[in-house]
């Protein structure tokens, strides 16, 4: 495995937090607009859909970790991950 340019700190925390906005606003809505728990200021997710929206958040860090080369703000910040072989 060659090595990988760690990136900073700041970068890799800011991935994380845009990642878990993006996956809370976008993904939370569509779920919401699905399931019919949109309200007059956005969305309020109970029961099953919550905890669908928990693990969409929990198998997009994973995979795409994992098997994609980073998530989709790893990518935007340009912070490189390893595979594995």
């Not at 976008?26 to 399931?35: E, M, P, V």
């Not at 029961?47 to 989709?72: E, S």
């Amino acid at each position: 495995m060659s090595e990988i340019e760690r990136a900073s700190t700041t970068r890799r925390v800011m991935a994380v937090i845009l990642d878990l906005m993006t996956l809370f606003l976008g993904g939370g809505y569509l779920i919401a607009l699905a399931a019919g728990q949109t309200t007059g200021n956005g969305f309020n997710l109970k029961g099953a859909p919550a905890l669908l929206l928990i693990a969409i958040i929990a198998v997009y860090f994973f995979v795409l970790r994992r098997y994609a080369g980073g998530t989709l703000w790893d990518r935007i910040l340009g912070i490189k991950r390893p595979q594995p072989p």
